[in-house]
T-cell receptor, first 112, second 111 residues
C-alpha cells in the first residue's frame, strides 16, 4: 500500500544553521507533494509544494527537493530561526484521488 | 481573520455522549475534510466531501458521521463517544489544486 514516512523523528540544529528534513514515499503514481509545519497547539500550516514534473522548488528560506528515482523528498530550511521550531511533515497526493497521505512528522528544535 | 475555523477548540465529554464538531471556511473551496491526529500516527482521514451533495468515507469512518450543510460548513459527529476517540481533530479545505488548508483543531477528550 501507499505510505509516506520520515527518516528522522527528531532533529536539533543551532540557530542560524541550515536544516534538512527528509521524507520517503512509496507510491510512484503520486504527482504532488506538500510540506506542512505544525506548531504546538496549532493546525498544520502549508509551507511549500512541488509537482512530480519538478525536482526543485524554492520559497522564502525553504527549498524542497524531489528525487523520483529513489522516491525521496526533502525540505531544506536556511538560516534557521527560533520560530522554525515545530513538527514538519510531508504529504503525498495522488492525481484524481483528491486525498493526501501524511507522514508522521519530524520535530525540529532550534537551539539558541 | 482565519480562513478555516473550528468550534469548539476544546471539549471534554463522557462516554456515550453525542458530540458535534463544526468547521467553517471562507476560502470558497468546494472540498472539505475531517482528520484526526494521534501521537505517533499522524493525520488520518475520517470523512471528506467534494461538494455539498458529496460525502465519502475515509480510512477511519467507523463511529463518526458528517454533514455538509453548505459549501462553507462541514460538521463531524460522534454519535456515542468512546475513550479511544480522544484525539486532536482537524478540518481542512482544498480547491482543485489539491493543497489542503487546515483549521486550528479541536482537542477532544472522552472520559
Amino acid at each position: 500500500g501507499e505510505s509516506v514516512g520520515l527518516h528522522l523523528p527528531t532533529l536539533s540544529v543551532q540557530e542560524g544553521d541550515n536544516s534538512i528534513i527528509n521524507c520517503a514515499y512509496s507510491n510512484s503514481a503520486s504527482d504532488y507533494f506538500i510540506w506542512y509545519k505544525q506548531e504546538s497547539g496549532k493546525g498544520p500550516q502549508f509551507i511549500i509544494d512541488i509537482r512530480s514534473n519538478m525536482d526543485k522548488r524554492q520559497g522564502q528560506r525553504v527549498t524542497v527537493l524531489l528525487n523520483k528515482t529513489v522516491k525521496h523528498l526533502s525540505l531544506q530550511i536556511a538560516a534557521t530561526q527560533p520560530g522554525d521550531s515545530a513538527v514538519y511533515f510531508c504529504a503525498e497526493g495522488i492525481q484524481g484521488a483528491q486525498k493526501l497521505v501524511f507522514g508522521q512528522g519530524t520535530r525540529l528544535t532550534i537551539n539558541p | 481573520d482565519a480562513d478555516v475555523t473550528q468550534t469548539p477548540r476544546n471539549r471534554i465529554t463522557k462516554t456515550g455522549k453525542r458530540i458535534m464538531l463544526e468547521c467553517s471556511q471562507t476560502k470558497g473551496h468546494d472540498r472539505m475534510y475531517w482528520y484526526r491526529q494521534d501521537p505517533g500516527l499522524g493525520l488520518r482521514l475520517i470523512y471528506y466531501s467534494f461538494d455539498v451533495k458529496d460525502i465519502n468515507k475515509g480510512e477511519i469512518s467507523d463511529g463518526y458521521s458528517v454533514s455538509r450543510q453548505a459549501q462553507a460548513k462541514f460538521s463531524l459527529s460522534l454519535e456515542s463517544a468512546i475513550p479511544n476517540q480522544t484525539a486532536l481533530y482537524f478540518c481542512a479545505t482544498s480547491d482543485f489544486l489539491h493543497t489542503q488548508y487546515f483549521g486550528p483543531g479541536t482537542r477532544l477528550t472522552v472520559l
